[in-house]
């Protein structure tokens, strides 16, 4: 977790308490930035929304529009499909001197704010999945109307789960596709790797314990030695060795094409949903 420290001095409203709402609340109570009194949730779900409030101590608002007219920053954490009906809810009770976080995927700027029907700060984040368990990486694009100092809260509130970068929103369809799908795809890379050790006659647990560590530890070894990932590729690949053999059926096979095509893929489909719901 990278978030923490200074406390956010504005009440913070989440509607959609589901696993990556909880997961925001719950990081930015541990982080420091909010106590649970100045949280406000709202969720579709009653009785999860209650438990939440009952294990937490955050407020539970009875309604969507109660957590706009108390909060001072709003994250719309719902689904896509039903970002439009939430918006709808809100066009009445929204001020522009809020900040209205979206994490819902695919869906611009530009129709947040068409459906509002008026001109606030708005910020469209994408986060990952181990925001779950505060190793998660969120891109975060704000609107024309977005101060610095809003980009900012922004940020400690999603560093609370994990790392935060600013794009321009253009990007933000591949980001959905770079790490928004991006764990999905490294699942199905270490499942394939995983397999190979069952193949070649590996009992199961061994061989997962064997590639969920490999993986961790090649990706923190990127992290901290801070090289080009072609140079540590480099340093663990001997000339005529084992690995020299296992990289040369990756490059026959085309293993760059295939996860370009994998990327490309997902990036068309995330603008096909954002158009789909717009």
Sequence with gaps: MEGGGEPVKMKIGIIG???????????????????PLDILGADKDLAKLRTLSQEIGIKPCENNKEVVRGAEVVIL?????????????LRDVVRENQVLISIAAGIPLSFIEQTLGRTIPL???MPNTPALIGRGVTALAPSQ????DHVTVAKKIFEAVGSAVVVDEAMMDLVTALSGSGPGFVFRIMEAF???????GMDQETALHL??????GAACLVRESREALASLREKVTSPGGTTAAGLEVMEELGIGELIYN????????AKEL???VA
């Design 77 to 89: 954490a719902v689904k896509p499909q039903d970002i439009k009906f939430v918006l709808g809810q």
């Design 262 to 269: 994998v990327v490309a893929r997902a990036t068309f489909r």
């Design 194 to 200: 995983v397999d190979a050790g069952l193949r070649e």
């Design 123 to 125: 910020i469209r984040a």
């Design 17 to 35: 308490v589901g696993n990556m709402g909880s997961a925001l609340i719950r990081g930015v109570i541990k982080a420091g930035l909010y106590l």
């Design 211 to 216: 590639v969920v560590d490999t993986f961790v």
């Design 274 to 276: 954002g158009k789909q």
């Design 145 to 148: 109307h977005a101060t610095d």
